[in-house]
C-alpha cells in the first residue's frame, strides 16, 4: 500500500475507497496520525484490511486500529461487522487466541508498602501463575469440570473456589460466552489444554504491577476505585493450547467447504463459512467454549495473584476492576440490524465500559472508558495495545538481554521472566509507541483516558 491509496478524512482518520479495488464490497478505514500511516503501511496489515473488505456480508467499512499490524487473514488491530443472517464468520478474523485478553485488579497496598517487598512479591506471583510454552500448572480438570469450564468459563473457576461470586459483574460478558457447546471441542485442543487453566504461557503475555503515575478523569477513576500513586496488577493472556487448537480445526474445515457455498476469498488466509451454515455455527460454540476457557483462566490466574499478595499483604483481597477479551466474534445490535463483529486485536469498548490497553514490557499502560462515538465509528471497538513493530526474530537479533534486565532496572522494575529470549522479545523498542497509540483512540472520541500506570514488576513466561 501507498500513502496516495487513502483518503484523509479528518486528523486521524484514513479512507481506502471501495474504488480501490473491484471486488471490496466496502471501504477500508485506518485511525492513525500521519506518522503512524508512515509506519503502518510497511508492512502488509492494510492490504489485508482490503482483503477484509471483499468478505460478504461485511457491513459499513473495515476497520484498523492504531496499534494495526499484520496477522494471520486478518490484520492484529483490525475489526469488521458482517450481517448476522447473509454474513460470513472468518477464523481468522478471531484469532488462534481465542479470548486473548487483558485483566485489571487493584490493590489497596500502598506503594510504599509494597516497594520494599517487591521482589519477594513478584517472586511469589511467579511460583502461583506458571508461565512458558506449553508450560502446565498445578490445576489439573476431571472430566465433568472440564466440560462445566468450557460451557459457564468465570462462574465455573468460581465455583470451583477461584474467586467469590462479585468477581463475574466485573467481566465482559459476565465471563462467559453464550452459545458454547463443549462437544464440538476437539479431543487435541482438549488434550493441549487439560492442565493449563492458572497458566499465562508466553510471548507477550504477562502478568504486571504497576503503579498509577497519572489520573486524567478523577470522577471515572473514583467509580472504578483508581487513585493516584495506587497500584494495579494486569493479568495478559487467553485461551492458550486450547483455544490455538480450536481455530486450527475450523480453519481446516472452513478452508474444504468455501467452494460448497460459492465463497471464493482474496486471501486463503480468510478460510469462512456463511453465519448460518453448519460449519458456522459449529465454529461459533466452538469459539465460545474457547472463550469461556480463556475466562476461566484469568480467574484462576487472578487467585492465584491473590494467595501470593495476601500471604505478603493479608488485609489486601485485591479486587477486580474489569476484564476485556481482544479476540473474540460475537452478536451485537447497531441501528436496527444485528451484526457478527470480529475484532482480532481490537477491544470492546461500550459507553462507560472500561477499556483495558497494556503497553509493552516497560512501558506505560492504560485505561479507558468508552465513548458514544464508538458505537457510530467502529462498532464499539477501540485498540488493544501498543502494537508490534519489530517481528520476534529481528528482536532476538539486534537486543541484548543483559542490557535489557540493566535497562529494567534503572527504571525499577522487577523482572521475572523464564528466558531471556522471552524477555528480548517483548523489549519496548519492539512496539510502537503506546502513548502516542492511545492518543489516536481519546482525540478521535472513542475511549477517554482515565488513568495511566508504569509497571514496577513483570512476570513473564
Known amino acids: ?14 479512507e481506502i475507497p471501495q474504488t480501490h479495488r473491484g471486488d471490496m464490497r466496502v471501504p477500508a478505514r485506518v485511525y492513525a496520525t500521519e506518522e503512524m500511516l508512515d509506519s503502518i503501511v510497511r508492512d502488509r496489515s492494510l492490504e489485508q484490511l482490503v482483503n ?21 487473514g486478518f490484520p492484529i488491530g483490525g475489526v469488521a461487522a458482517v450481517d448476522a443472517r447473509d454474513g460470513v464468520v472468518s477464523p481468522g478474523g478471531i484469532g488462534y487466541d481465542i479470548n486473548c485478553g487483558v485483566r485489571l485488579l487493584r490493590a489497596s497496598t500502598s506503594f510504599s508498602e509494597v516497594e520494599p517487598r517487591l521482589g519477594k512479591l513478584a517472586h511469589s506471583i511467579a511460583r502461583e501463575v506458571p508461565s512458558g510454552v506449553g508450560r502446565g500448572g498445578a490445576l489439573k480438570l476431571n472430566a465433568t469440570d472440564f466440560e462445566l469450564v468450557l460451557r459457564d468459563g468465570a462462574s465455573r473457576a468460581i465455583e470451583m473456589g477461584y474467586g467469590t461470586a462479585d468477581d463475574v459483574a466485573h467481566i465482559e460478558s459476565n465471563g462467559k460466552l453464550d452459545g458454547a457447546e463443549p462437544h464440538l471441542v476437539s479431543g487435541a485442543a482438549r488434550e493441549r489444554g487439560h492442565d493449563q487453566l492458572g497458566t499465562i504461557g508466553s510471548g507477550n503475555h504477562f502478568v504486571e504491577i504497576d503503579r498509577v503515575d497519572t489520573v486524567y478523569d478523577a470522577d471515572e477513576a473514583s467509580r472504578l476505585g483508581i487513585a493516584f500513586n495506587s497500584l494495579v496488577v494486569q493479568i495478559h493472556t487467553g485461551s492458550r493450547g486450547l483455544g490455538h487448537q480450536v481455530a486450527t480445526d475450523s480453519l481446516r474445515v472452513m478452508t474444504k467447504v468455501m467452494a460448497q457455498y460459492g465463497i471464493e476469498v482474496a486471501d486463503r488466509e480468510l478460510a469462512c463459512a456463511p453465519l448460518s451454515s453448519r460449519e458456522g455455527q459449529k465454529y461459533l460454540a466452538a469459539m465460545a467454549a474457547a472463550a469461556n476457557f480463556a475466562f476461566a483462566n484469568r480467574q484462576v490466574i487472578t487467585a492465584g495473584i491473590r494467595r501470593a499478595w495476601q500471604r505478603e499483604f493479608p488485609d489486601d483481597p485485591v479486587a477486580i476492576v474489569y476484564d476485556v477479551a481482544h479476540n473474540v466474534a460475537k452478536v451485537e445490535r447497531y441501528g436496527d440490524a444485528d451484526v457478527v463483529v470480529h475484532r482480532k486485536g481490537a477491544t470492546r469498548a461500550f459507553p462507560g465500559q472500561p477499556v483495558l490497553i497494556p503497553g509493552s514490557m516497560g512501558t506505560a499502560s492504560y485505561l479507558l472508558v468508552g465513548q458514544d462515538a464508538s458505537m457510530t465509528q467502529t462498532f ?9 513493530m519489530m517481528s520476534r526474530t529481528r528482536a532476538r537479533n539486534e537486543i541484548n538481554a543483559e542490557e535489557l534486565r540493566g535497562r529494567l532496572r534503572k527504571l525499577g522494575i522487577v523482572a521475572e521472566a523464564g528466558s531471556s529470549k522471552g524477555l528480548v522479545e517483548e523489549a519496548p523498542e519492539a512496539y510502537k509507541d503506546i502513548d502516542a497509540v492511545v492518543d489516536v483512540v481519546a482525540r478521535a472520541g472513542i475511549a477517554k483516558k482515565v488513568a495511566r500506570f508504569v509497571p514496577i514488576a513483570v512476570i513473564k513466561g
Open 52 to 72: 477484509v473488505a471483499t468478505l460478504p456480508g461485511i457491513q459499513k467499512y473495515a476497520i484498523a486500529m492504531p496499534d494495526v499490524h499484520e496477522g494471520y
Open 380 to 388: 464499539g471497538s477501540s485498540c488493544h495495545g501498543a502494537g508490534r
Open 1 to 14: 500500500m501507498k500513502k496516495s491509496d487513502f483518503e484523509k478524512l479528518d486528523e486521524f482518520l484514513w
